[in-house]
């Protein structure tokens, strides 16, 4: 655990690569971590079926990462469970989840997805300026050429699910804004 820490503490200290230069990719950034939210996020015990369920990763519309997410999980496990990941087409295809991932494509669904998931423990990420105050747990934002991390812990005190102390020291509290 302690590896895979270190790991993504270095990529969100590295500058993110444009597109044709060498370097570390804004995707495999954010894939990094994912798996560290899966690593560092407790859900509350009636949030699996028993405890050999995997976690299940949803990604929302169109992958942005291009289908490297499904490789980056392939064999790693988390929390003793594996972490299955899935692109869906809608919001209504949600359930079961456990973490949702709602690129800057599709911030549009927020409002939908916190409707459809209330009263879940689903760790819902994105990745566009601002959301994690109208709802998202965690949020991506650049910064410097740098992938940046906010933490909304209303949110995830509403959602029943604990953020792992080394995720909050490397993120921005954010608090409810629009909600």
């Not at 992958?63 to 997410?69: T, Y």
């Not at 105050?133 to 959602?159: D, H, K, Y």
Request: proline share 4%; with cysteine.
């Amino acid at each position: 655990m302690a590896a895979t820490g270190i790991l993504w503490m270095a990529l969100s200290a590295a500058p993110v690569a444009c597109p044709g230069q060498e370097g570390v990719r804004e995707y495999d950034v954010k894939a990094a971590y994912l798996f560290n939210f899966a690593v560092h996020v407790e859900w509350p015990a009636g949030a699996f079926k028993d405890a050999r369920s995997p976690i299940l990763l949803r990604v929302l519309g169109k992958d942005p990462f291009e289908g490297r997410l499904v490789d980056a999980f392939k064999g790693k496990m988390a929390q003793e469970r594996r972490v299955e990941v899935e692109g869906v087409k809608s919001v209504e295809e949600l359930k079961p989840c456990h973490i949702l991932f709602i690129p800057d494509s599709e911030k549009q669904h927020l409002p939908r997805a916190l409707e459809i998931l209330k009263g879940e423990s689903v760790l819902i990420v994105g990745e566009t300026e601002g959301l994690a105050g109208r709802g998202a747990i965690l949020n991506f934002v650049m910064e410097n050429n740098r992938v940046r991390l906010e933490a909304n812990t209303e949110a995830a005190v509403r959602s029943r699910l604990k953020i792992g102390a080394k995720l909050l020291k490397v993120a921005r509290i954010v608090g409810d804004s629009g909600r």
